[in-house]
């Protein structure tokens, strides 16, 4: 078990780029979630995924944000045209099971807009 | 909608000195509640989740307590050290649900 990895572990990227981040959860953990904190706030609820389908986003989850999980493993978060506002940690966790569960966290990817 | 606060903010405290972080949330209709670690830059830690038939929880100086019915849990760490310093975030988990919503967080410096 060598727990819930993201990479990259920073980006800074310019106004407009495009920027895809990576989760890894825990292996045959089959929930995986994305959770973004600005900072001095706590994390806030974007997206989960139970296996491949993605059942529940957030309306902080706006069109320029796109999350998949394909075969139900790792997943990627994209950001299309980014701007300044999306500066935050962006924190991905994972559980085991069909039910309300513990959720483990990775480190996070700190994500900058200039 | 469930709201998460946690007070104070922030808390500066002796090495040493007992801490005590405080938690509370408008829904009572909860399935468990956590209690995170959070160093500078750094992901979360979980240091003690509670189920919402419990009513505390321990691990070695942690001590995390449940109220659901008055909607709040305190977080103990004895004899406070240095290396206790960083952010503790309580979050909620409601029944039936797959979001966990979060505190603000509590920001704590223990001074040796």
């Known amino acids: 078990d060598t727990g819930v990895s993201q990479n990259p572990r920073h980006k800074i990227t310019k106004r407009g780029q495009n920027v895809t981040f990576r989760c890894d959860p825990i292996s045959e953990h089959n929930r995986l979630y994305w959770y973004r904190q600005t900072l001095g706030q706590g994390p806030e609820f974007l997206t989960y995924f139970q296996n491949e389908a993605q059942l529940e986003k957030s309306r902080l989850l706006s069109d320029r944000f796109s999350a998949e999980r394909p075969k139900g493993s790792f997943s990627t978060l994209e950001i299309q045209r980014t701007e300044q506002g999306d500066s935050a940690m962006y924190l991905c966790?994972?559980?085991f099971g069909w039910g309300p569960g513990e959720q483990y966290f990775g480190p996070g990817t700190r994500l900058t807009v200039t | 909608k469930q709201e998460v606060t946690q007070i104070p903010a922030a808390l500066s405290v002796p090495e040493g000195e007992n801490l005590v972080l405080n938690c509370s949330f408008t829904d009572s209709a909860i399935y468990n509640l956590q209690w995170f670690r959070q160093d500078p830059g750094k992901g979360l830690t979980s240091l003690l989740l509670i189920q919402s038939s419990q009513r505390e929880q321990t691990s070695g100086r942690l001590n995390a307590s449940l109220d659901k019915s008055s909607g709040r849990s305190t977080l103990y760490i004895a004899a406070s050290q240095p290396g206790d310093s960083a952010t503790y975030l309580c979050a909620v988990l409601k029944a039936a649900g797959n979001k966990l919503t979060f505190g603000g967080g509590t920001r704590v410096l223990v001074k040796p």
């Open positions: 966790a994972s559980s």
